[in-house]
Nanobody, 126 residues
Framework: QLQVVESGGGLVQPGGSLRLSCAAS????????IGWFRQAPGKEREGISC????????DYADAVKGRFTISRDNAKNTVYLQMNSLKPEDTAIYYC???????????????????WGQGTQVTVSS
């Protein structure tokens, strides 16, 4: 069974940092791209970052560019999202997901992803 499990969310003050983890099982993260998405209350889910199966290609939404960094540890079969300079508008449930097809460049369209995790809550507030 192809699964991902997110962790690392929490409550942080504006300007703070968090690192989210996306642990994969049943497949290798160097075979499938991984995307990070988020959904705030009353808003649609948005793609915020992705990393390709090769690890050589990453993409970021404009809202997080320069503040968030996606990375991967193949040995741990885990993808990370380092989030710095957090803002209240970053508050959302964060999800990771596996790209539907092997060995593809990444993108931020949720329609290309499957095996969604249960999400982890990130709250940025003073």
């Amino acid at each position: 069974q192809l699964q991902v499990v997110e962790s690392g969310g929490g409550l942080v003050q504006p300007g703070g940092s968090l690192r989210l983890s996306c642990a994969a099982s049943g497949f290798r993260v160097d075979y499938y791209g991984i995307g990070w998405f988020r959904q705030a209350p009353g808003k649609e889910r948005e793609g915020i970052s992705c990393i390709s199966s090769s690890g050589g290609s990453t993409d970021y939404a404009d809202a997080v560019k320069g503040r968030f960094t996606i990375s991967r540890d193949n040995a741990k079969n885990t993808v990370y999202l380092q989030m710095n300079s957090l803002k209240p508008e970053d508050t959302a449930i964060y999800y990771c997901a596996r790209h539907m097809r092997k060995f593809r460049l990444c993108g931020l369209s949720s329609a290309d992803f499957a095996s969604w995790g249960q999400g982890t809550q990130v709250t940025v507030s003073s």
